[in-house]
C-alpha cells in the first residue's frame, strides 16, 4: 500500500444600536441578489413595486503570465484551466429584476455573464415574509445564494477588489448558486440583534456533486457597537456528500466551470472522482466606524473531504483539508475618493493511500501544493451616474509561482423603480 502525504504549513447610544441591527438585518436580503449592496440588489420593503437592474465590471489585466490563481494547482477543485484575465474582458454583468406585488410575496430574478462563458441564471426565486411580533419569517424556495453574510457572500464580484478571495476560491471553486430553500428569521435574542438561516439545497455545484443527498447549511449573524463603529459577525457551515465529484486530470484541459465534471463512461480516463464527505465552515466579521470613513473586515474559510478518490490509474483513500482567509482596511478619504489593501492566504495537506496514490497525485497536481498568498491594494474614484473606476496592484504566489498585476476596472450601476 503507498502513502503520500502532501504537509500542511501551520498557520482577528440607542440610534446607533438601531443602525446596527437594521444594518444586520438588511444585509442577508440584499445579498440574496448575485452581488453586494451596491448591485441594485432588491431591498425587501413593505411596499408593493417592481424594480429592473443591471451591472457591468469590465477590467483591463496586466501580467507576464496568466495568474496561477485561476487554475490553483495544489488544492482538489473541478481541474479546469480557469479565466486567463488579462487584457480586456468583462469580469461580471448582471440583469436583474425584483417583484413584490404584495408585503408578504415578492420574486427575484437575475441573469448573468463571465467573460466569454455563456449567459446563466444567477437567481430566480420566490419568497413569503411573514411579521411575528418584533421578529420576521422569511422562507425563500428556487435558485438563490445560500445566505452566509454579507463579507462572505460579496467577496469575489461586484467587490472592492476584481479577483476572488483566495480561500473562497480553493473552498468553494467560486461563488455558490444552488437549487433550494431557504428558511430566515430576523430578530432579537437576549438584546441581541440575530439573523438565522437554514437551507435545504440540491448540491450539483462544486463542492458538490450530481449525484447526492440534499445539502443543509446554517447560517447564524449578530451585531453590535464596539469602539465607536458597527460590527457584524457572521458564521456559516455546510455538510455535502458527493458521489462522483469530477476533478479533471492534468492531461485534460477544459474551461471554467461552477460544477464539477461528471464521472461516467465518457469520462473514464480523463476526471478522478470523489466519493465521500465534505464538511465546510466560514466565518466573518466587519466593522465600520460612525465616525471615521474606515471598514475593516476579515474572513475565513475552511473544507474537509474525507472518502475516496479515483482514477484510471488509481484507487485511493483521500484525506484532505484546506482553510485560509482574508484581512481588509477600507478608507473613503475623500467624498468621491476610497482606498484599500487586502492580504490573503490559504493552505492545504492532502494524503491518499492506496494502489498508485504518488500517480494520483500528479494527474491531479495535488503534487504542486505550496501556500497560496496574495496582497493587493486599490484606489477607486466614483463618477456621477453610478459609475466607477479602479486601479488594483497585486502580488500573488500560488503552486510556488509567483506573479505581479496590475488591473484597471469600470463597474457601470443602473437601478430603475418601474412600479408604483
Not at 444585509?27 to 431591498?43: I, V
Not at 487554475?71 to 413584490?100: N, P, T, Y
Not at 504518488?358 to 498568498?373: G, N, P, Q, S
Request: charged residues 20%; proline residues 5%.
Amino acid at each position: 500500500m503507498n502513502f503520500l502525504p502532501i504537509p500542511a504549513i501551520p498557520t482577528r447610544g440607542r440610534a446607533r444600536k438601531v443602525a446596527v441591527a437594521a444594518l444586520l438585518v438588511c444585509c442577508p436580503l440584499w445579498a440574496a441578489a448575485h452581488g453586494s449592496a451596491d448591485l441594485a440588489a432588491p431591498e425587501l420593503e413593505e411596499q408593493p413595486g417592481l424594480r429592473f437592474g443591471a451591472a457591468v465590471a469590465v477590467t483591463y489585466l496586466h501580467a507576464d503570465a496568466v495568474l496561477p490563481s485561476a487554475r490553483m494547482d495544489g488544492f482538489l477543485l473541478q481541474g479546469d484551466e480557469g479565466i486567463d484575465r488579462r487584457r480586456w474582458g468583462l469580469e461580471h454583468g448582471v440583469l436583474d429584476a425584483a417583484w413584490r406585488w404584495s408585503p408578504q410575496w415578492m420574486a427575484y430574478a437575475a441573469v448573468g455573464k463571465h467573460g466569454s462563458d455563456r449567459a446563466h441564471t444567477e437567481a430566480f426565486w420566490v419568497q413569503m415574509r411573514q411579521p411575528q411580533g418584533d421578529a420576521t419569517w422569511l422562507l425563500t424556495a428556487g435558485r438563490q445564494r445560500p445566505a452566509m453574510g454579507a463579507v462572505l457572500e460579496r467577496a469575489g464580484h461586484f467587490d472592492r477588489f476584481a479577483l476572488m478571495p483566495l480561500a473562497k476560491q480553493a473552498t468553494l471553486g467560486g461563488d455558490w448558486m444552488d437549487d433550494g430553500v431557504q428558511l430566515g428569521w430576523r430578530g432579537a435574542l437576549a438584546q441581541w440583534p440575530v439573523t438565522l438561516d437554514v437551507g435545504l439545497w440540491k448540491g450539483e455545484v462544486f463542492p458538490g456533486a450530481a449525484q447526492g443527498p440534499v445539502v443543509p447549511t446554517l447560517h447564524i449573524g449578530t451585531a453590535a457597537t464596539v469602539a465607536q463603529g458597527a460590527l457584524a459577525l457572521d458564521g456559516f457551515v455546510a455538510h455535502l456528500e458527493p458521489e462522483g465529484r469530477g476533478s479533471r486530470t492534468s492531461n485534460v484541459g477544459g474551461g471554467h466551470s461552477h460544477t464539477a465534471p461528471l464521472c461516467n463512461d465518457s469520462t473514464l480516463g480523463k476526471v478522478a472522482c470523489f466519493d465521500g464527505r465534505t464538511d465546510l465552515a466560514a466565518a466573518s466579521a466587519r466593522w465600520q466606524g460612525h465616525d471615521v470613513p474606515w471598514v475593516v473586515s476579515a474572513a475565513g474559510w475552511g473544507r474537509r473531504d474525507q472518502g475516496g478518490l479515483a482514477s484510471a490509474n488509481s484507487d485511493s483513500s483521500y484525506r484532505g483539508t484546506s482553510y485560509g482567509g482574508w484581512l481588509e482596511a477600507r478608507w473613503q478619504w475623500r467624498p468621491r475618493w476610497e482606498w484599500g489593501v487586502r492580504a490573503e492566504h490559504v493552505q492545504a495537506s492532502h494524503s491518499l493511500q492506496g494502489p498508485g496514490a504518488a500517480l494520483l497525485a500528479t494527474e491531479t497536481r495535488l503534487d504542486r501544493y505550496h501556500r497560496a498568498r496574495r496582497t493587493a491594494t486599490t484606489l477607486g474614484y466614483q463618477l456621477p451616474q453610478g459609475v466607477e473606476l479602479q486601479l488594483e496592484l497585486g502580488r500573488e504566489s500560488v503552486a510556488g509561482q509567483r506573479q505581479n498585476y496590475a488591473l484597471l476596472r469600470g463597474i457601470w450601476r443602473l437601478e430603475k423603480q418601474v412600479l408604483p
